[in-house]
């Protein structure tokens, strides 16, 4: 199992940006997959971002264009830049890890960073 830890989060004008870290306890270099998901209040936890062990990137229909997921296998990091930043993209930001374990797949979760975009 990997710890996550994010960061970055804050309250941002519409329009703005920011940059979220994630940083992991140890090598990311053999982890599967890595990605950040988001949920606001009331609504389902939703995959925003996410980028393999091999560098193939994928976003939701919502953030493309706008946000670029990468990593940094030296600092044991991953990064979410988030540019025009809309008020609906206020939520909890977690980072999310892959693995396999026992054949089958864990999940290891951050515990979030809160993002607020203001009208």
């Known amino acids: 199992q990997v710890q996550l830890v994010e960061s970055g989060g804050g309250l941002v004008q519409a329009g703005g940006s920011l940059r979220l870290s994630c940083a992991a306890s140890?090598?990311?270099?053999?982890?599967?997959?890595m990605g950040w998901y988001r949920q606001a209040p009331g609504k389902q936890r939703e995959l925003v971002a996410s980028?393999?062990?091999?560098?193939?990137?994928n976003y939701a229909d919502s953030v493309k264009g706008r946000f670029t997921i990468s990593r940094d296998n030296a600092k044991n990091t991953v990064y979410l830049q988030m540019n025009s930043l809309k008020p609906e993209d206020t939520a909890v930001y977690y980072c999310?890890?892959?693995?396999?374990?026992?054949?089958?797949?864990?999940?290891?979760w951050g515990r979030g960073t809160q993002v607020t975009v203001s009208s």
């Open positions: 999310n890890a892959r693995e396999t374990y026992s054949g089958s797949y864990l999940d290891d």
């Open positions: 980028i393999t062990r091999g560098g193939s990137t």
């Open positions: 140890r090598s990311i270099f053999s982890i599967i997959a």
